[in-house]
């Protein structure tokens, strides 16, 4: 009788890579089952790395609706700013230009603070999917033989996807 040892490495010996087993199970070849593991990976990655970006786009959605009432403030002493800046130079008002600068500071800081749990939770979401698009995807595309190159003009189909749609007068 083996020792557990030997059986140990018979029991290894005769277990399955995902590869084997996938081509057993559909009764295609290793080299096809590998081909469907490497694609699956890559639909799993894809699938991981718009999620990141869906999830981004998300909060920044909603920290815009949120912080509504702080970003119009900001904007609303901006456009002050640039109507009466002629004015203001004009009249050599340089006291009202700074108190108005100021405000804009303070108008900042608060909308600054107000967006800071939605980048907290925003910005780990946009490094991932960065580093999906930029590592993740073209690493596991030359894994599957596809290695990325620079493009320097459009493919048909996306050119016919992406044209600006014509205005109807």
Same mark, same amino acid.
């Given at each position: ?6 059986? $140990?490495?018979?029991?290894? *010996? ?7 087993? %996938?081509? +057993?199970?559909?009764g295609?070849?290793? &080299?096809v089952?590998r081909?469907?593991v490497?694609?699956?990976?890559f639909?799993?990655?894809v699938?991981?790395g718009?999620?990141?970006?869906l ?7 909603d $920290?815009?609706?949120?912080? *509504?009432?702080?970003?119009k403030a900001?904007n609303? %002493?901006? +456009?002050?700013i640039?109507?009466?800046? &002629?004015?203001?130079?004009t009249n050599?008002?340089i006291?009202t230009?700074k108190?108005t600068?100021?405000k804009?500071?303070?108008a900042?800081?608060?909308l600054?603070?107000?967006m800071?749990?939605?980048n907290e ?8 999917y960065?580093?999906?698009v930029?590592?993740?995807?073209p ?6 033989g ?6 320097f003009?459009?493919?048909d189909?996306?050119?016919e996807?992406?044209?600006p749609?014509?205005?109807?007068a």
């Amino acid at each position: 009788m083996p020792s557990k040892k030997q059986q $140990a490495i018979q029991v290894a *010996e005769e277990a399955l890579s995902p590869e084997e087993m %996938i081509a +057993k199970e559909l009764g295609v070849s290793v &080299e096809v089952a590998r081909e469907i593991v490497l694609l699956r990976g890559f639909r799993d990655l894809v699938n991981e790395g718009i999620g990141y970006y869906l999830g981004a786009k998300a909060t920044q959605s909603d $920290a815009s609706e949120k912080t *509504e009432d702080q970003r119009k403030a900001v904007n609303d %002493i901006r +456009k002050s700013i640039s109507e009466n800046l &002629e004015q203001m130079i004009t009249n050599g008002d340089i006291k009202t230009y700074k108190e108005t600068v100021e405000k804009l500071k303070a108008a900042r800081k608060v909308l600054s603070e107000a967006m800071k749990p939605f980048n907290e939770k925003k910005n780990p979401l946009n490094r991932a999917y960065k580093y999906c698009v930029n590592v993740a995807f073209p690493d596991a595309l030359k894994e599957l033989g596809a290695p990325v190159s620079p493009r320097f003009s459009l493919s048909d189909w996306i050119a016919e996807a992406t044209k600006p749609k014509k205005k109807q007068a």
